[in-house]
């Protein structure tokens, strides 16, 4: 039997033995609580990063919310959306473009705003290789020629033919000057020969409140905009752009098919970018993150019901697309002479 002195030994030891251990495991914990976050890089994000995008609420652009909250669980900062119409998108785009390159400002934007608007607008302030450098592309969606249903056509040939009828008596939208929405009627005016009235709206969710009410007669949207209006009887499809139909409105035929060449790749491009000298190691853990959320999951499948098609580009491969649009779009500028002193 110990001794009480050795038995004082042994409850001594224990003791000292447990407080190394809490010791031990108090700073374990306080280690893992300072450790960053698997998917920051260099302190960075240290504050809640802005998510500007040049163009009204409603769009698009709103799907951005759905990255959002899987973006904070990843970096651990807030990724927190904010609309800046104006001036076709150059408003919100200068507002990157003058911003620091820490991380902490980003631009969300569709092909209108970073490559359409400065080839139509002679002073436009964005310079898309210059002011900016590509993060990742979100996704595409073709462009959905839409009449309002209180127009006696349903078809593209019943829509020339009612609108060579009546030269310059009929509306359409688009949100805003030289966007996609814009250029892609003035090409479809174009040839067809038919002449209408412009009527430039800051948001899409404006253009499309337009056409249901039938102050707008013809218009472009998305499949996933519209989805709403066409299921209440307040628009009809006509015709949607892109090398083949869309999943999300399969009855709707593609231009080519109605015998309309040129249209099979336009479509708008909604991406992120930082602004010119943002780190390469930042870019590269958002897109690693934005590409992640792309390739499966609940993201993907959400974008694909809505006709959307989710990017998995590379950083480089973005850069190379919008090089790509930076000369389609500019042949179709040559051709439609759309051009707006700003």
């Known amino acids: ?29 306080r280690a893992h609580a300072q450790a960053p976050l698997p998917g920051t890089v260099d302190g960075w994000p240290a504050r809640s990063v802005r998510v500007i995008s040049p163009t009204g609420t409603g769009g698009p652009g709103q799907n951005f919310r759905l990255y959002a909250d899987q973006l904070k669980e990843t970096f651990g900062q807030g990724f927190v959306l904010e609309n800046m119409p104006g001036g076709s998108g150059a408003l919100g785009c200068t507002a990157v473009a003058r911003a620091a390159p820490d991380g902490h400002t980003l631009l969300l934007a569709s092909n209108s705003h970073i490559v359409l608007a400065p080839l139509v607008l002679t002073s436009s302030p964005v310079n898309v290789k210059k002011d900016f450098a590509p993060i990742a592309l979100m996704f595409t969606f073709p462009f959905l020629l839409l009449v309002n249903s209180g127009l006696p056509v349903r078809s593209l040939a019943e829509l020339v033919a009612y609108a060579k009828a009546r030269p310059g008596e009929l509306n359409y939208g688009s949100p805003g000057v030289g966007t996609g929405g814009h250029l892609v009627t003035e090409l479809l005016v174009k040839r067809t020969g038919i002449r209408a009235v412009h009527v430039p709206y800051q948001a899409t ?4 409140l337009a056409a249901a009410a039938g102050t707008l007669q013809f218009t472009f949207d998305t499949v996933g905009n519209a989805r709403g209006m066409v299921d209440a009887g307040k ?82 491969q973005y850069g190379a697309m919008i090089d790509r649009e930076l000369k389609l779009w500019g042949d179709v500028v040559q051709e439609t002479g759309v051009r707006v002193k700003a």
């Open 1 to 29: 039997m110990p001794t009480r002195r050795e038995f004082a030994g042994v409850i001594a030891g224990g003791a000292g033995l447990g407080v190394g251990l809490g010791v031990g495991f108090l700073a374990a914990a």
């Open 205 to 208: 969710t404006q253009q499309m």
């Open 235 to 316: 628009v009809v499809p006509l015709a949607v752009t892109g090398a083949r139909r869309a999943a999300a409105a399969p009855d709707v035929p593609t231009f080519k098919e109605l015998g309309y060449d040129g249209f099979d790749d336009l479509f708008v491009a909604n991406g992120l970018l930082a602004p010119a000298g943002t780190s390469p190691a930042m870019i590269g853990a958002l897109n690693r993150e934005m590409v992640r959320m792309n390739a499966s999951g609940t993201i993907r499948e959400r974008l694909l019901a809505a006709s959307y098609e989710p990017g998995t580009l590379a950083p480089e």
